[in-house]
């Protein structure tokens, strides 16, 4: 079965300093991996993927994320914090060749001035 | 307007009512999918249309809740005789058909059910 577990429900960091929201994944077959991100009272929004090709993937607001796949991982990262990257983060896992989507639970991420 | 909109964006409804969201995908967008996000949770899968392919009924929680797709754009989830656990926010979402690049789902505002 596909699924994603983002371990963790909250995250807090302090602005400028590096963050680390985790996710992992179970998937038969090639994983496409996403992350999106949902602001208070808006819809959620895309900030990258992972297809194929370099493990690191660049996306917007200077996030990016390792695809690691010894490890099933796709952990999104940041170098430095900002306040207004603070809302809930979701990790989503799609099975290659298939347009059924998983995402995990979402983590909320606080970045405190 | 260029994104995904769903209507109406909040609906109190009686417990046993039906009801009906509405949304309408991005223009030329194939793929449309409805999710359920509850408090705490995670988004959880519904439905997904692709084109006029027989839609991906594997995520429905019950014969309480059905899909449709008209003409390939605007589709109507429909929740007949709401029970109060159907209290969540539903989330629709739109992409290009999937093409090894094409995948990304934007995603609607949301209808936000309570059932009281």
């Known amino acids: 079965a596909q699924s994603v577990a983002q371990p963790e429900d909250q995250v807090n960091v302090a602005e400028g300093n590096p963050l680390t929201v985790k996710c992992t994944y179970s998937?038969?077959?090639?994983?496409?991996l996403f992350w999106y991100v949902q602001y208070p009272n808006r819809g959620l929004q895309f900030l990258l993927k992972y297809i194929t090709g370099d493990n690191l993937v660049k996306g917007s607001y200077g996030f990016e994320a390792e695809f690691n796949k010894s490890q099933t991982s796709f952990h999104l990262k940041k170098p430095s914090a900002l306040v207004s990257d603070s809302a809930l983060y979701f990790c989503a896992v799609m099975r290659y060749n298939f347009n059924k989507f998983y995402f995990g639970s979402g983590t909320k991420l606080n970045v405190k001035p | 307007g260029a994104g995904v909109s769903q209507s109406p964006s909040n609906k109190v409804t009686e417990k046993g009512k039906d009801v009906e969201l509405r949304c309408d995908p991005i223009?030329?967008?194939?793929?449309l999918y409805w999710y359920r996000q509850s408090l705490g949770q995670g988004l959880e899968f519904l439905i997904y249309f692709q084109g006029n392919s027989a839609p991906d009924k594997s995520g429905l929680p019950s014969d309480r809740f059905s899909a449709e797709r008209t003409g390939g754009s605007v589709s109507t989830l429909t929740i007949q005789r709401t029970q109060q656990e159907d209290s969540a926010v539903y989330l629709c979402?739109?992409?290009?058909?999937?093409?090894?690049?094409?995948?990304?789902?934007?995603f609607g505002p949301g209808t936000r059910l309570l059932v009281l």
């Open positions: 223009s030329g967008h194939t793929a």
């Open positions: 979402a739109s992409s290009l058909p999937f093409e090894g690049g094409s995948e990304t789902q934007y």
């Open positions: 998937v038969s077959g090639n994983p496409y």
